[in-house]
Nanobody, 127 residues
Framework: QLHLVQSGGGWVQPGGSLRLSCSTA????????IAWLRQVPGKEREGISC????????RYDESVKGRFAISRDNARNTMYLQMNNLKPEDTGIYYC????????????????????WGQGTQVTVSS
């Protein structure tokens, strides 16, 4: 079964940092576009960042721009989300996602329609 395996997350105080990791199971990370999405309490799951297959296109939601960074290590088949200056409103369940480049190697999106998913990991930001 093709999927992603997440690690990282947990509790952090406001202003702190966390790094989420996500490894592939059954497919090669270099061949897919990737994304991170989150579901905060009371809201639907939303995309916060994506990266195209060839890494040329990177997008961030305005709420995390300048604080979060998406990256990948294709040799390790692992993708990352570095989260800095975390705020209480960043609290939620974070998901990694990936899909084959149906729309080309330079395209990525932040909608809730990805092909492969991680299991989700809780991030809590509070004092």
């Amino acid at each position: 079964q093709l999927h992603l395996v997440q690690s990282g997350g947990g509790w952090v105080q406001p202003g702190g940092s966390l790094r989420l990791s996500c490894s592939t199971a059954g497919f090669t990370l270099a061949n897919v576009a990737i994304a991170w999405l989150r579901q905060v309490p009371g809201k639907e799951r939303e995309g916060i960042s994506c990266m195209s297959t060839n890494n040329e296109t990177i997008r961030y939601d305005e709420s995390v721009k300048g604080r979060f960074a998406i990256s990948r290590d294709n040799a390790r088949n692992t993708m990352y989300l570095q989260m800095n200056n975390l705020k209480p409103e960043d609290t939620g369940i974070y998901y990694c996602a990936a899909e084959k480049p149906f729309y080309g190697d330079t395209f990525c999106h932040q909608t809730d329609t990805y092909e492969y998913w991680g299991q989700g990991t809780q991030v809590t930001v509070s004092s």
